[in-house]
């Protein structure tokens, strides 16, 4: 019964999935941040370590489009159109990092 009732409401969970994947999208690009921009490395020990192990250039994108996203919402605006155009708010740049922290806590064990 239970698979029945997975099964009959996965179209609607994939639908609502998308939505809130294009507004949360829309939100990101307002500001020019990335998803992965979102995790704070004073509260989570991985993402500080994934940030060490990160070049340096990567870590200064980093930095600079939370400056940017601040600044922008201190001002209340958003980045131009033109410019939320161009954003790629998925694209990962931290999951590698994360990724490798995990297999070698499991490889020192």
């Known amino acids: 019964m239970a698979s029945f ?3 009959s409401f996965e179209p609607v969970f994939n639908w ?5 994947t294009a507004a949360v999208a829309r939100e990101l690009k307002k500001y020019g941040l990335r998803y992965e921009d979102l995790h704070d490395d004073l509260y ?13 250039s990567e870590v200064d994108l980093r930095n600079q489009r939370l400056k940017r ?18 954003q790629t708010p998925f694209k990962p740049y931290l999951q590698d990092m ?12």
């Open 44 to 56: 989570d020990l991985d993402v500080k370590e994934a940030l060490k192990r990160l070049p340096q």
């Open 69 to 86: 996203a601040i600044d922008y919402s201190l001002k209340h605006h958003y980045m131009p159109q033109d410019l939320q155009d161009k």
């Open 5 to 7: 009732l997975a099964k």
């Open 16 to 20: 609502c999935a998308r939505r809130y």
């Open 98 to 109: 994360l990724k490798l922290k995990h297999c070698l806590c499991f490889c020192q064990k």
